[in-house]
Nanobody, 118 residues
Framework: QVQLVESGGGLVQPGGSLRLDCAAS????????MSWYRQIPGKERVMVAL????????RYDRSVKGRFTISRDNAQKMAYLRMNSLKPEDTAMYLC???????????WGQGTQVTVYT
């Protein structure tokens, strides 16, 4: 079964940290560029971080640059998003996204909620 399953979301105070995990199964993970998106109700999904299939290149939205780190473990078929110095405006549903580096086949996870509260 082809799927991406996120975990690691939750409630955190401003300044806190979380690590989101994305577990991949049913496809050749090494062929996919991986990203994390976030979405709040009524708004479009926004990409916050991307990592290429070989892990050699990363890109971040300017709102998270310097605070979030994306990484991957191809042997374990996992992608991660380490989030530090969290702010209330980081509150959103975070979704894992994979896109085949050649065919551009797209895969989405169901998401994990992150809430930064005061």
């Amino acid at each position: 079964q082809v799927q991406l399953v996120e975990s690691g979301g939750g409630l955190v105070q401003p300044g806190g940290s979380l690590r989101l995990d994305c577990a991949a199964s049913g496809f050749n993970f090494r062929d996919y560029d991986m990203s994390w998106y976030r979405q709040i109700p009524g708004k479009e999904r926004v990409m916050v971080a991307l990592i290429t299939n070989d892990g050699t290149f990363t890109r971040y939205d300017r709102s998270v640059k310097g605070r979030f780190t994306i990484s991957r473990d191809n042997a374990q078929k996992m992608a991660y998003l380490r989030m530090n110095s969290l702010k209330p405006e980081d509150t959103a549903m975070y979704l894992c996204y994979g896109e085949h580096s050649i065919t551009h086949r797209r895969l989405w996870g169901q998401g994990t909620q992150v809430t930064v509260y005061t």
